[in-house]
Structure formats: structure tokens, C-alpha cells
């Protein structure tokens, strides 16, 4: 069966440290995956995108891999800010489904000072 | 812009009511989702309209739910009879999309169910 599986236990680190969250999916052929993140009571938002042809990208402090071998993405967040204590949620976009966006259930990370 | 907008905010209705949730996308946008959120279940899309035609409604759980999307800055979800299952976040967004590039979506802040 197609699964996309996120850390189900909360993540919590120490401010400064990097965080790192997995996303792994199985019986999947993702063209690309996305990472949002959910503020409590509020709509996720688009952090980055990663293809399937790129194995890593960055955007300020964050780092996202993609490995399509192991079916799995890594989302980093370095220098960690009890700012970035969120629920990160990743998503797959799939072939041939118009820009569907698959979702994992979300990692909550909680950063403490 | 301000974004996706989405009405009403919170909702609470008794079982076998009908309930309407709004969604207003952004200007421009060319692809509306509905989305259901619940712990057990997470982030789920319900439909998806493209250029306001439904494309895939694989996800609309049974035929108490219905949506349309009569024109490019509307649409609706509906639900009818509401049941108390059917309490949950649920989330409008919207994307400018173009052969399946998986563009980011915007998401609405939420219309927040309750059915007693």
C-alpha cells in the first residue's frame, strides 16, 4: 500500500542545535516533494521544493535532501530558534495527478531556549 | 493580496444539519483544493477543481459531501446531513497550476467543525 510516514513522535531540541525531521514514502513515484509548516490553529505554509533530479536545496537555514533510492527527504533546520517550534508537514506531488499533493501526517518540533 | 480567504472561521451545527463552508481563493489562482484535517487522519484532500471543473473527488468521503466552484473566485463545500464524524479543520487552497508541476499551495486559516 502507498504510505508517507513523518517522525510520529514530537522532536524536541535545544536552541542551536539542528534539527532534523524524516519523511519517508513507500509505493510512491514522486516528481516532487514539498515541505510546509503549521502554526497551531493556522493553515500550513509553503517552506521549499525539491525534484526528483535535485538531491539537496537550500534556503537560509534550511536544508532539504531528496534520495528517490531510499524514498526518503530530510528536512534540516540549523541553528535552531524557539521560533521554529511548529508542526512540519512534508508532501508528495505525483505524476499524472495534476499537482495533487499528498501529505504525511507532520513532525511537531519544539524548540526550547 | 489577502490571500485565501475562508468562511466561516468556526462553525458549530447539531447532527443532520446542513453545513456550507466558503472559500474565496487567490486572484489569479487557477487550482482550488479542500482539505480535511484530524488528528487521526492528518492533512487529507477532499477535491481539487481546475479551472473550476472537479477533477479528482477520490478523496470526498461519501455523498453527504458535495463542493462546486461556479466561478474562479468561489467555492463551496457542503455537507448534508452533517454527522458528528465529520467534525474537523478544514482547509481551502489554492495554486497557480499548470501541467502538474506541484506549484505551492496558499492555504485558508480554516473553517473549525463541530458537529454535536
Known amino acids: 500500500s502507498q504510505k508517507i510516514e513523518q517522525n510520529s513522535e514530537a522532536l524536541n531540541i535545544q536552541e542551536g542545535k539542528t534539527a532534523t525531521l524524516t519523511c519517508n514514502y513507500t509505493n510512491y513515484s514522486p516528481a516532487y516533494l514539498q515541505w510546509y509548516r503549521q502554526d497551531p490553529g493556522r493553515g500550513p505554509v509553503f517552506l521549499l521544493l525539491?525534484?526528483?533530479?535535485?538531491k539537496e536545496k537550500r534556503k537560509e537555514r534550511l536544508k532539504v535532501t531528496f534520495d528517490t533510492t531510499l524514498k526518503q527527504s530530510l528536512f534540516h533546520i540549523t541553528a535552531s530558534q524557539p521560533a521554529d517550534s511548529a508542526t512540519y508537514l512534508c508532501a508528495l506531488v505525483v505524476y499524472n495527478q495534476g499537482g495533487k499533493l499528498i501529505f504525511g501526517q507532520g513532525t511537531e518540533l519544539s524548540v526550547k531556549p | 493580496d489577502a490571500g485565501v480567504i475562508q468562511s466561516p472561521r468556526h462553525e458549530v451545527t447539531e447532527m443532520g444539519q446542513e453545513v456550507t463552508l466558503r472559500c474565496k481563493p487567490i486572484s489569479g489562482h487557477n487550482s482550488l483544493f479542500w482539505y480535511r484535517q484530524t488528528m487521526m487522519r492528518g492533512l487529507e484532500l477532499l477535491i481539487y477543481?481546475?479551472?473550476?471543473?472537479?477533477?479528482?473527488d477520490s478523496g470526498m468521503p461519501e455523498d453527504r459531501f458535495s463542493a462546486k466552484m461556479p466561478n474562479a473566485s468561489f467555492s463551496t463545500l457542503k455537507i448534508q446531513p452533517s454527522e458528528p464524524r465529520d467534525s474537523a479543520v478544514y482547509f481551502c487552497?489554492?495554486?497557480?497550476?499548470?501541467?502538474?508541476?506541484?506549484?505551492?499551495?496558499?492555504f485558508g486559516p480554516g473553517t473549525r467543525l463541530t458537529v454535536l
Open positions: 487552497a489554492s495554486t497557480l497550476e499548470g501541467g502538474g508541476l506541484g506549484n505551492e499551495q496558499f
Open positions: 525539491i525534484r526528483e533530479n535535485e
Open positions: 477543481f481546475n479551472n473550476n471543473v472537479p477533477i479528482d
